[in-house]
């Protein structure tokens, strides 16, 4: 079962706009998450990531915010820019399971200018 | 500096051949991992390594997949033999090994099977 879930599919926003990507997750344990952009023909890329004690984490124009009473997390992108348009992954990890991560779905992000 | 590098970049392949997938992790990577993407399951984790000792087999999906990593430098994916259903992008990827790190990606093998 999807432990991580990304519930909406695609998503288009217009130029200079926010666009925001939302991810759910079912396991309590999860206390490290990464947000993954991907262009097509090409590997997924690290984008910005949160622990559990923060709730807030900012990058330039990407900020990620953490709810660990909902078990929610979102991508906030401002100003968005074509460049943008990409497919979104965000993961979710654990202490006691090492390594691991677990993936959502993907949401496939398009900017139109 | 050289990323995650995965060959073939492309295989078509007939139902029934072996197919293996080639991965050379980031030097100085302690950790690698075999992942396929899929629409329904998005990235969903197959196998991955710690200092070239498998840790976690549990997604793959049956006997007829299988996984080695000979040494720090190179892993290998096989499929045998290979059914349209395995038709998907399969990704490589490696991270130095400690928590809290993220994983650095290949480009992916996108694999068809007539």
């Known amino acids: 079962d999807q432990q991580v879930k990304q519930n909406s599919p695609s998503l288009s926003v217009q130029e200079g706009r926010i666009s925001i990507l939302n991810c759910d997750y079912t396991?309590?344990?999860?206390?490290?998450f990464l947000w993954y952009k991907k262009y097509p023909a090409e590997g997924p890329t690290f984008l910005i990531s949160?622990?559990?004690?923060?709730d807030k984490n900012e990058d330039g124009r990407f900020t990620v915010f953490l709810n660990k009473s909902a078990k929610h997390l979102s991508l906030h992108i401002v100003p968005s820019q074509p460049g943008d348009s990409a497919v979104y992954f965000c993961?979710?990890?654990?202490?006691?399971?090492?390594?691991?991560?677990?993936f959502g779905t993907g949401t496939s992000l398009t900017v139109i200018p | 500096d050289a990323g995650v590098i995965q060959s073939p970049r492309h295989e078509v392949t007939e139902m029934g051949q072996e197919v293996t997938l080639r991965c050379k992790p980031i030097?100085?990577?302690?950790?690698l991992f075999w992942y396929r993407q899929t629409m329904m399951r998005g990235l969903e984790l197959l196998i991955y390594f710690n200092n070239n000792v498998p840790i976690d087999d549990s997604g793959m999906p049956e006997d007829r997949f299988s996984a080695k990593m000979p040494n720090a430098s190179f892993s290998t994916l096989k499929i045998q033999p290979s059914e349209p259903r395995d038709s998907a992008v399969y990704f490589c990827a490696s991270n130095p090994g400690q928590t809290y790190q993220p994983q650095h990606f290949g480009d992916g093998t996108r694999l068809s099977i007539l």
């Open positions: 949160i622990s559990s004690i923060k």
């Open positions: 993961a979710a990890s654990e202490l006691n399971t090492g390594n691991q991560f677990y």
């Open positions: 030097s100085g990577h302690n950790s």
């Open positions: 396991n309590s344990m999860f206390d490290y």
